[in-house]
């Protein structure tokens, strides 16, 4: 079996880390193994010289599903939803080197919202931005709540986070979630140049630049710990379990 998360470097240039969502059958939905390996090579680049920059990648059609409906209904059952979603989220805001992200096709739940918290993210025209949190009997992740209305206002951010509505790749640009669009064929090679050119940056500059931009870490964590507790409240309810069984059932 492939590994579903592969962590390499790039071949062209090696301080460019390379994050690649490897589950396609599951349109890349997200496990619990996987946080962990994400979280691993989050964590890893920090004290690593070598890495510049990391880079987050799915497969062709999809970026990412989301969580794993499974995950969630073990944890609505009782079988408890562990730390590996919560220590991503705090791997992904306390990530010191920056982050870019190449999205094609699905971005669902996580699949959107890690984006908040990349420095740079290429789409494809045919890509879908959604996070059905409300849907499913959730609330909103990865500190959206916060950051989604500083950069769209009140009612774009309600719309994606509380109604559930779809996003396009072009609606996403525009609200100031993504960077660009282009089409699927060249969301790769894009995504790579724009690593590589943040890689050849002086380095402590681009850090000093990148946490003035980006502000306190500690209000981001904050609001991910009060979304972590409505979420696992959230999971223990008996309408967010017969939520994620009727979306099984399909």
Known sequence: MSDPVIIERSAENPAVQIIRFNRPEKKNAFTRDMYRAMTDALNAAN???????????????????????????????????????VDFLYALANAEKPLVSGVDGLAIGIGTTLNLHCDLTIASDRSQFRTPFVDLALVPEAA???????????????AMLAAGEGFTAEDARQAGLIWKVTVPEEVESHTMAAAAKLAA?????????????????????????????????????????????AFLRR
């Not at 059609?61 to 969630?72: E, H, M, P, R, V």
């Not at 959206?144 to 309600?158: E, K, T």
């Open 47 to 85: 004290g690593d010289a070598g890495i510049r920059v990391t880079v987050f990648l799915g497969t062709e059609g999809s970026f990412s599903a989301g969580n794993d409906i499974g995950d969630f209904l073990a944890a609505a059952q009782g079988g408890g939803m562990g730390r590996e979603l």
């Open 144 to 158: 959206s709540s916060l950051i989604v209305p500083r950069i769209m206002g009140h009612q774009r951010a309600f």
């Open 201 to 245: 940056k002086p380095p402590e500059a681009l850090k000093i630049a990148r946490d003035l931009l980006r502000g306190p870490r500690e209000e981001i964590i904050a609001r991910i710990d009060e979304e972590a507790r409505h979420f696992a409240a959230r999971l223990k309810s008996a309408e967010a379990r017969a939520a994620f069984e």
